[in-house]
C-alpha cells in the first residue's frame, strides 16, 4: 500500500501531458502470487487533479452460447473508473488480505 502512497503519480502525470509520443497513463500492477488475483492501478487526469482506473484481473466462471455453458476464464477483468487515491488503497488492502468477497461486491 506505501508503494501506492510513495508513487510519483503527479510527476509522471506531468511527463505525460508535455511529451508528444507517450500514449499510457503510469499504472503499476500487482498479484497475489497465491491465487493470481492481480489488480492493474492507472492514474489519469490533470497532474493537479488526478484520479484512479483500477482493473481487477482473477479466474471467473463466464456462460458461453447464449448462458448453456460455463467456461472458466483465467483472466477475468473487470474495472472501476474515477477512484480516489483512499478507494484505490482499500482494495489493493482487500487483495493483499486476500478478502475476495469485497472485491467482487466493488467490481460487479
Known amino acids: 500500500m506505501q508503494i501506492v502512497e510513495d508513487f510519483p503519480w503527479k510527476l509522471h502525470l506531468e511527463e505525460v501531458e508535455n ?25 489519469v487526469g490533470n497532474p493537479a487533479k488526478y484520479e484512479f482506473y483500477v482493473f481487477f484481473k482473477r479466474p471467473k466462471m463466464q456462460k458461453t452460447w447464449f448462458g448453456l455453458s460455463e467456461k472458466l476464464n483465467k483472466n477475468y477483468t473487470s474495472e472501476l473508473l474515477d477512484q480516489n487515491k483512499e478507494k484505490t ?6 487483495l493483499i488480505d486476500n478478502n475476495l468477497s469485497f472485491l467482487e461486491r466493488k467490481f460487479q
Do not use: D, M, V
Not at 511529451?19 to 489488480?39: A, I, Q, V
Open 89 to 94: 488503497i482499500e482494495i489493493l488492502k482487500a
Open 19 to 43: 511529451s508528444k509520443n507517450t500514449y499510457y497513463s503510469p499504472s503499476l500492477e500487482f498479484e497475489n502470487l497465491s491465487n493470481k488475483n492481480g489488480l492493474a492501478i492507472s492514474a
